[in-house]
């Protein structure tokens, strides 16, 4: 069963546009939410992450916008740069009851044109 | 520098061949997970370990085993069972199974020729 959904497969945005991704999930147990940033080759790399007591973090130029009572989450990458390009994964765990399980979203190609 | 490694990078394996993928991690991290990642599928849990001695089963184990006789060690062996085993395989690891930061491998590509 896929718990959280993720959407556009593939994004194309302009140097300096905004890129948006966006990521639902059914499970409401799930507490935590972070987004992952994949390059060819290599391993995600924790990008940032929201507990679901905040609708908003931001950190430099990626903010998460998190809607608990829909069930919503999304990536926001303010000025996008051609260095951004790359995968982009959300992901979702529950608490200490079922241990620190993340659940993956299915994965964003981003590119940026410069 | 602190981190996971992961051996090797590319791996091929003939049909019916059982091979073991290592990871190797100086983080002092208590617990492990092995993923899968396929196109479009983003990553699946295939094993993950919460302490020494001790590992369960993901999302989708079969045609998969480990093994976590030492702290900083996870290797996984994907056996001739495995009908698909062609894919990207990730290892990372969490301070404790209730923590919530993972540190992945850079991964090794498995490809059955």
Request: glycine share 8%.
């Amino acid at each position: 069963q896929q718990q959280v959904k993720q959407s556009p497969q593939s994004l194309i945005v302009q140097k300096g546009g905004i890129s948006i991704i966006n990521c639902a999930y059914e499970n409401t147990a799930f507490d935590y939410f972070p987004w992952y940033q994949q390059f060819p080759g290599k391993g995600p790399a924790l990008l940032i992450a929201i507990r679901p007591d905040v609708s908003e973090k931001k950190e430099g130029r990626f903010t998460i916008s998190f809607n608990k009572s829909a069930k919503q989450f999304s990536l926001h990458i303010m000025d996008s740069q051609p260095g951004d390009s790359a995968t982009y994964f959300c992901a979702a765990m529950e608490g200490e009851t079922s241990g620190s399980r993340l659940t993956f979203g299915e994965g964003t190609q981003l590119t940026v044109n410069p | 520098d602190g981190g996971i490694t992961q051996s090797p990078k590319y791996l091929f394996r003939k049909e019916g061949q059982n091979v073991t993928l290592s990871c190797e991690q100086n983080l002092n991290h208590d617990a492990m997970y092995w993923y899968r990642q396929d196109p479009g599928q983003g990553l699946r849990l295939i094993y993950y370990s919460q302490i020494v001695n001790d590992f369960q089963k993901g999302d989708i184990a079969e045609g998969y085993s480990v093994s976590r006789e030492k702290k900083e060690s996870f290797p996984l062996t994907v056996t001739s069972a495995q009908k698909n085993p062609t894919a990207f395989y990730l290892c990372a690891s969490s301070i404790n199974w209730e923590a919530y930061g993972y540190t992945f491998g850079s991964g090794t590509r498995l490809t059955v020729v």
